[in-house]
């Protein structure tokens, strides 16, 4: 009777390779939450920026079909109903600073939407309104 070799894996091997797999992803499947985590962070600044631009072009909008007077100094906080509840908007129209970039013998106020979430700025857009 000869004795032929066998080609394979004895269970020692194969649970050892299985062994060193289920380390080895340990890592990465940490990464995974990490990801879906900072896509929901992402999303939340996204929408926030959205927001915050369509308001400003509500701004702007005003400014043109009414003139510069439409658009009067304070503050405002809108309220923002269904998926957008979270957010906080709110437009702060100033008079600028003195030496602030408004031209000579113009009329300029300081228009900043900021929005938040979380109680946290995840968007804000800064823009000046001219009167010549």
Known sequence: MTRTSQHGFT???LVMVIMLVALASIPILG???QVSGSLLVDEVIQTAAQL???RAEGVLADRRAAGYVAVPTGTTNDVL???YAP???TVTVTQPPTGGGCAAG???KEVIVSVDHSGKTRAEV???LVSY
């Open 11 to 13: 269970l020692l091997e």
């Open 81 to 83: 109903s269904g998926a």
């Open 87 to 89: 957010y906080n908007r």
């Open 52 to 54: 915050a631009q369509e």
């Open 31 to 33: 990464q995974f939450s």
């Open 106 to 108: 113009a009329t300029c």
């Open 126 to 128: 800064t823009f000046i």
